[in-house]
Structure formats: structure tokens, C-alpha cells
């Protein structure tokens, strides 16, 4: 039987609804933050400061701790992160429920948050080709229906919810989000647990983390596969620091039409997670991506230039659209082609490269909103977008990642006998 006639397996069926769940819980708290951070505050750099103190984890630990990952059980790694992070949230609801919030106190929650995210994003990421056998159509397939759910619940279901939620306090948004990481890990717990690839005797985790970074760096569409998020995420971050205050100053959108605002990124990036894999199949994964890239250049600038909500919001399903369909044809491309024993260290490797940038996206798009206007971070955005495609095109396109793939294919197959097979899977161990 071909890729295309299998089935996802029913473990595929619970990490899909628990990541629903949770992708739920945080479209909740990622429309109520900023609207959380702007009763605090209506200082441009402090509310960049609680943005990019989410990131700061991957800048600090991202190498390392995707070498962890490989070390670890990766289905118990995904658990624990999502309790910890349950717990984690309590934190700011009480104080938000003692009217003691602060913007310190936010950035320090959203840092361990950061923290909690990078061991579950890396573990994840890992777990899926295992549980898949590896199947490089199984993976697009699932990565579709995974990115689709995400946007969906984080974007078109959440935010609405956010901020109606927000209506009833501050705390409320807060203890919702904890609910959806309570569910997620007790999902993931139910998970089958993976034999861990053959572990690299006699190596230091320093050593091995070198290791996997060095491996992405050597491959051209691996490192190209990683600086188009890096290159991304500045862009990106720098218009989520001042979306809120862009959309309330300039656009005149209210607390529930921010809401909306969002729910329109999403409803494009539903629909670009869902043509994916014909974008794919038509043009070619390289081509494709590199089309994608320069949509979301074009749709930040026509963001820029909104007269009003109603343009603001075409864009942003425009750009929501091209991210969809980035961020199924990219990592489904990674999982197939790297090793089993490299991926939590590659995928880390990877994330860490987008994420540190996030920072910086924070910075400027604070800096350049204070030092000139709100409308200054979009236009910006855009013409690093537009950049980062024009110099990352020639890295990942059809040739090169059909020369990746067929060298990966005789590493397709599932790496040992338990790969699909829950009776027969080795007991988790964290040593």
C-alpha cells in the first residue's frame, strides 16, 4: 500500500486533540495579553519587554535543550511541560484576582512559559515521525491537520473568546489557558511512549548539541529551512509588539474587534494549511515556500497602508494564508529528511534560530514605533520579508529539496518494530 492510502493512527488522534485543546487555551490568552498588558501600561518598550521575555528561553537553553530532547523520553517530556505550564499560569490569575499584576511579574511568567514551550515544541517535534514511521506523506498529512487545528483554535476560536472572557477579568483569560495545558497533558500522558534512538555514547551534552547545530548549518536547505522563520519572526514580532496599539490608535478597532482582527490571520491560515500539500504538489515544495515567503511580504505592507479595519483584516488573512502553508511544507520537509537521533536537536537548533530573533523583532518594533510612528514596525516588517525571500529563494528550492529527499529515503522506514505499536514500546525514562 502507497502513503496515500494509510491512515493517521489513533495515537496521531489524541496529540491532535491535545494540541487542539491547548492551541484553544492560548488563542484565549494570546488576544487577552496585550489587552491584559495595556491596562498595565501604554508604554510601547514595556509591552515589548513582556513580548520578548517569551523568547528569551530559546536564546538561553534552545541547543541544549533539544539535545536533552534526544536524551529524554520525548512523550513524557510533552507531559510534564504542560503541567508545569498549568501551574505556571495560576501564577498571574491570583495576582490579577488580588489586582497585584504586574509588568514585571508578566514577563517572568512568560519567560518559564517560553521555558515550558521549547521542551514541549522540541519533544513534539521529535515524537511525530516516530509515531508516523516516519512516512514523509503520513507527516504532511499530519502536520497539516495539526497546523490547521492550531490556527483554528489559536486564532479563529480563541481570541473572540479571549476577549470576551477578558470582559469578565483580568484572570479569567489566565485560568482558561491553564485548563486546555491541564487537559493537553493528561492526553499526552495516554500516548504510546517510543523506544529513544540509540544514544551517542561518551559525548557531553555540550558536545552533542554542537553537534546537532553544526548539522543544520552544513545543509543548505536545513539552514534555509531555519532562517526563513529567523528572518520571519522579526518581522513578525515587531508588528504583534504594536498590533494592538496600531489597531486601537490608527484603525479605531475596539477591544472585541481586536479580537476579530485576529480571527481573520486565522481564517487565512486555516485555509493555507488546508491547500498546502497542493501548493506543494503543483509548484514544487521549494517553489512553494518560496512563494509563500513573498506573500506575507506583500501582505504586511498592504497591513501598513490599511485605510481601514476592513483592509487591515484582508491582509492579515493574506499573510495568515502564506503562514499556513509555510508551516506545514517546512517542517514536514525537516522531519523527513533529517535522522531519528538528530531531530530533537535539529528541530531545537532551528526553533532557537526563529525564536532569538523574536527579541530582537520585539525591540524594534518598539524602538521604531517611540522614535517615529506606529505605522514605522509594519513597514519595516515588510521589507525584511520581502529580503529574506529574495536571499533564502535559491537555498530550498525544487532541486535542492528533491535531492534531500531522495537521500533521506532509505532512512524512511521506521527506525525499530514499536514504532506504531503500543504494546510493544519501551517504558519512558527521563535518565
Same mark, same amino acid.
Given at each position: #500500500?502507497? @502513503?496515500?492510502?494509510?491512515?493517521? $493512527? ?6 491532535? %486533540?491535545?494540541?487542539?485543546? @491547548? ?5 484565549? $490568552? &494570546? ?9 498595565? %501600561?501604554?508604554?510601547? #518598550?514595556?509591552?515589548?519587554?513582556? +513580548?520578548?521575555? /517569551? +523568547? ?45 499584576? $504586574? ?23 521529535? *515524537? ?24 483554528? #483554535? ?8 479571549? $476577549? ?15 485548563? =486546555? ?8 500522558? @495516554? ?30 536547505? !536545513? ?24 489597531? &486601537? ?17 486565522? +481564517? ?16 514544487? %515544495?521549494? %517553489? ?21 479595519? *476592513?483592509?487591515?483584516?484582508?491582509? !492579515? ?32 537548533? =532551528? ?9 530582537? /523583532? ?31 529563494? =535559491? ?19 521506521? &527506525? ?16
Amino acid at each position: #500500500m502507497n @502513503s496515500s492510502g494509510k491512515q493517521l $493512527s489513533a495515537g496521531f488522534g489524541r496529540l491532535w %486533540t491535545a494540541q487542539t485543546v @491547548s492551541s484553544l487555551g492560548d488563542g484565549v $490568552s &494570546h488576544a487577552a495579553l496585550p489587552l491584559i498588558a495595556l491596562t498595565l %501600561t501604554r508604554e510601547p #518598550m514595556a509591552l515589548a519587554v513582556v +513580548t520578548a521575555a /517569551g +523568547t528569551l528561553p530559546w536564546l538561553l537553553f534552545g541547543v541544549v535543550g533539544g539535545a536533552l530532547v534526544d536524551r529524554w523520553d520525548r512523550r513524557r517530556t510533552m507531559w510534564v511541560a504542560d503541567a508545569v505550564r498549568a501551574v505556571l499560569l495560576a501564577i498571574p490569575a491570583a495576582a490579577a484576582a488580588l489586582d497585584v499584576l $504586574s509588568i514585571p511579574l508578566l514577563a517572568a511568567v512568560a519567560f518559564l512559559l517560553g521555558l515550558g514551550g521549547l521542551f514541549f515544541d522540541t519533544a513534539a517535534t521529535a *515524537y511525530l515521525p516516530d509515531l508516523l514511521g516516519r512516512d514523509p506523506v503520513l507527516l504532511e498529512r499530519a502536520n497539516a491537520r495539526l497546523r490547521g487545528a492550531q490556527t483554528a #483554535m489559536s486564532g479563529f476560536a480563541g481570541p473572540p473568546a479571549g $476577549s470576551a472572557l477578558l470582559a469578565l477579568g483580568r484572570a479569567v483569560p489566565l485560568i482558561a489557558d491553564a485548563g =486546555s495545558f491541564l487537559v493537553s497533558a493528561l492526553l499526552v500522558r @495516554s500516548l504510546p511512549a517510543m523506544p529513544r534512538p540509540v544514544p551517542e555514547v561518551r559525548e557531553s551534552l555540550l558536545r552533542q548539541a554542537r553537534a546537532g547545530a553544526s548539522y543544520v548549518f552544513r545543509d543548505r536547505v !536545513l539552514l534555509g529551512l531555519a532562517l526563513r522563520p529567523a528572518v520571519g519572526n522579526i518581522a513578525f514580532i515587531a508588528v504583534e509588539t504594536v498590533l494592538a496599539l496600531f489597531a &486601537h490608535d490608527r484603525l479605531g478597532i475596539d477591544t472585541y474587534g481586536f479580537g476579530l482582527l485576529l480571527t481573520a490571520e486565522a +481564517t487565512g491560515g486555516l485555509l493555507g494549511a488546508g491547500i498546502a500539500s497542493c501548493l506543494g504538489r503543483r509548484l514544487g %515544495t521549494g %517553489t512553494a515556500l518560496t512563494c509563500t515567503a513573498a506573500v506575507e511580504g506583500l501582505a504586511i505592507l498592504g497591513l501598513a497602508s490599511a485605510p481601514n479595519p *476592513y483592509v487591515a483584516g484582508a491582509a !492579515l488573512a493574506l499573510c495568515g494564508a502564506a503562514m499556513g502553508s509555510t508551516m506545514v511544507l517546512g517542517p514536514s520537509l525537516r522531519q523527513a529528511i533529517v535522522p531519528a537521533h538528530l531531530m530533537g536537536r535539529v528541530a531545537s537548533t =532551528s526553533r532557537m534560530l526563529a525564536m532569538c530573533a523574536a527579541p530582537i /523583532g520585539a525591540f524594534l518594533g518598539g524602538w521604531l514605533a517611540t522614535a517615529y510612528d506606529i505605522r514605522t514596525p509594519l513597514y519595516a516588517a515588510a521589507a525584511l520579508l520581502l529580503t529574506m525571500t529574495a536571499v533564502t529563494a =535559491s537555498m530550498t528550492n525544487n532541486r535542492r529539496v528533491e535531492a534531500a529527499l531522495r537521500a533521506a529515503a532509505p532512512a524512511s522506514a521506521p &527506525h525499530h518494530p514499536a514504532a506504531n505499536d503500543p504494546a510493544q514500546a519501551i517504558a519512558p525514562d527521563l535518565s
